[in-house]
């Protein structure tokens, strides 16, 4: 899409914004980049609370935000709710709540210095008993935030270095619904053990798999052999 001729080009700001939210959203990029007033719009809160009133109307009934992690900017609030729609959808319904908690995740776990585990899954814990959430379903919803972030990282060597610290992090002995979910640590060792088998040295492989004995067994037989 370009600029085109002179009179779409002099539309105002909002009637550029009604036409850009109809377009479909993997040309916004391209789109953003056609004249520095179109990269303002799109760098701006006004295109993006509209793009989320068109799509998720029900989204904007949410007033209250507690909780340890911020909702942040309209741009923000769009990506939360389209990787809960895309990736972690809550029995068919949108929870803007999943999708911040993922981006968390998400970002935290890209950082050259990443917090403990305990530190992050306590944060998450957090934020779901802050949102109103049971402790029980605070720690379901903890685990599937952990599990979707996991499934969805690239195969790069970060990934690699990632899995193995959180597989040889040693065990913390925090009460529920704090302590980390087995089903996300099983997760995380059978992406070592096959995603990753062949970035794993000799020294490696034993340490790693010498911690997954010591939390799992049996053990799978496909995780055996170096």
């Known amino acids: 899409m370009t600029e085109g001729d002179d009179a779409f080009g002099k539309l105002p700001d909002h009637l550029l914004i009604e036409v850009f939210v109809r377009v479909p959203i993997g040309e916004w990029s391209q789109i953003s980049c056609v004249n520095k007033h179109w990269a303002a719009i799109f760098r701006g809160e006004s295109?993006?609370?509209t793009a989320i009133i068109r799509t998720w109307p029900s989204s904007c009934q949410r007033k209250r935000w507690p909780g340890p992690i911020p909702r942040g900017s309209s741009r923000r609030r769009y990506a939360a709710l389209y990787i809960c729609e895309r990736i972690i959808s809550s029995?068919?319904?949108i929870d803007e709540l999943l999708g911040h908690t993922y981006l968390y995740l998400k970002e935290q776990l890209e950082l050259s210095l990443m917090p403990p585990s305990a530190i992050l899954h306590g944060t998450i814990i957090d934020q779901f008993i802050a949102c109103g959430k049971s402790r029980?379903?605070?720690?379901?919803?903890?685990?599937?935030i952990w599990l979707a972030v996991i499934?969805?990282?690239e195969e790069n060597k970060h990934t690699f270095l990632l899995l193995k610290r959180l597989a040889q992090e040693g065990d913390f002995f925090l009460p529920f619904p704090y302590s980390r979910s087995y089903k996300v640590l099983w997760r995380v060792f059978e992406k070592l053990f096959t995603d990753f088998r062949d970035c794993l040295s000799r020294t490696d492989y034993y340490d790693v798999l010498a911690c997954a004995k010591s939390r799992f067994q049996p053990i799978p037989s496909t995780w055996l052999g170096y």
């Open 91 to 93: 029995n068919g319904e």
């Open 151 to 153: 499934n969805n990282l």
């Open 47 to 49: 295109l993006w609370q």
């Open 136 to 144: 029980d379903k605070a720690h379901e919803l903890a685990s599937d």
